[in-house]
């Protein structure tokens, strides 16, 4: 099973606000998931991680998307 770190979309038509999830590779963007790990509002520029989960699910061999890796790299958890 293939397992990535991806955005998921919430909020009002034309506010977008993400929550950072894992889930398996082949559901959809906004369906089921295994865990949160955190969220990001691009509105107030707003970034919260957890840090022990991300590094747990990135030794475990969850590959982040684009996004969510300059995330990462901006709340400081991966060089």
Known sequence: ??????LRRMGAKKAPTYRVIVA???SPRDGRFIEEIGYFNPRSDELKIDADKAKA????GAQPTDTVKA???K???VD
Not at 1 to 6: E, N, Q, T
Not at 57 to 60: A, K, M, V
């Open 1 to 6: 099973m293939a397992v990535k770190m991806r």
């Open 24 to 26: 398996d590779s082949r």
């Open 57 to 60: 699910w990135l030794s475990n």
């Open 71 to 73: 995330l990462l790299k």
């Open 75 to 77: 709340s400081n958890i």
